[in-house]
């Protein structure tokens, strides 16, 4: 959570599986009367990810294939976010010795190779030491992540350097802070290390750009987004704007109704009645963000709006199905959004942006970001961006794209990093890069990070309304 007084839902990134990929109809339900269906039982291999499920007839259990050897590591251990704690519901057979697996309906699908048996090495090695830990990650990370190029990193130099500081005896504490200093160099907002030490929960992670370090630093980030709320109900927006979908959206207009404004905090946390990374939750997430916005752009329409300002300036991402779907009500014709490949292989796989059904909103959309915006909030970005009608305004957004791949450590400790690759029609890569504005302009300013993104979004509107007056004349 990041503040009381405005709530905002962590999610995972479940990125889902497009229209076109080719996948046999109606996948099984693992557990069906309290037992495992037989087509399930046995032992699988994921060589992408490195997993290995034995599952049985009361369910499954994980174990890590990694260079160093094969240790078993379950969803839920006490330091893993959520991608940690939720376990596979339906398999795709694809012939007695290949299936596919997904947490959801639509979810990524994971390839699996049936074995005849576990590995003997699974369970032989105790990994648990310090000096056999430091090495299990190292080589998980190089197995396994995919942009030290991009991010400037000689991942083996690190390990080199790292490696003397590490020795039996030395402590979790102090090897997780020799740990946790490699993961903080990637800058990867994606790439994080957990765990529980005496007590206390630890995190390492770096990446986080500018903004929110300086409004953690200075004011704090429930006050700021508190202000930011205020301001725009009480100075900014007409008489009438609401925040709407479990306070993840504040909807409105400007300039008297000739501009809508929607801004859009998570791509997901609609609704918390139900259990995260179920089918009911991601029924219920799409639901909830469809209601609200066939109730925003019914509005914009009997307001005659000339244009929208999509506010994506603070979101903090979410399930990318919500960011395909926000797309998808700005076009009336469908497009290839984006492809996204695995380090382990593999063809990409398509992701298109169909045309919703009505309403939508078909007029020009001025996109507003900043160095928050990332995950599924970027990912809404690359797709918008290949819409000729959005103009993208702001900052250059954080360039963390990767679903979080979790490699819970033999010790308990969590990791979590980024192997998939996400990439514009075109082939472009913006991972840690960020996508840059085609308008480039301060959001948060550091002077005052509240005040600021009033005046820019009323510059925004100015700037529309003259342009909307240059193209009618």
Known sequence: MIARTLPLLALAALAATPASADLPDDPLLIEQDGAVIPEARGVWLSRANGWILEIGEDGIARWQDAPTGCYRADQGGGAAGLMGQIEYRLMTPLGRDEAIFQYIEGDTPTHFERLDRLPAKCGASDLTGESDLFETFAAIMERHYGFFGERGIDWETLVDEARPRVRDGMGEAALFGVMGAMIEALGDSHTKLTAQIDGERQRAQGGLGTTLPMVRASIGEGTWLQGLVTQLQDEVLDPGSSMVANGRIVQGTLANGRIGYVQVFTMGGFDESVEPGTQEWADAEVAAFDQAFDTILSAFADTRAEALILDLSNNRGGYDVIARRLASRLTGSAYLGYTVTNTGGGEPVPYFV???????????????????????????????????????????????????????????WYLELSNEAFRAPDGTLYEGAGIAPHWPVEVFPQSDPIAGHRVVLEWLADAIIARQQVQAD
């Not at 045309?355 to 809404?380: H, I, K, M, W």
Request: charged letters at 15%; glycine letters at 12%.
């Open 354 to 412: 169909d045309v919703a059904p009505q309403p939508r909103f078909e007029g020009p959309v001025y996109l507003l970001t900043s160095d928050v915006t990332v995950s599924g909030g970027e990912l809404a970005t690359l797709a918008l961006r290949q819409n000729p009608s959005v103009v993208q305004v702001g900052g250059t957004t954080r360039g963390a794209f990767s679903t979080p791949l979790p490699k819970p450590l033999p010790n308990g």
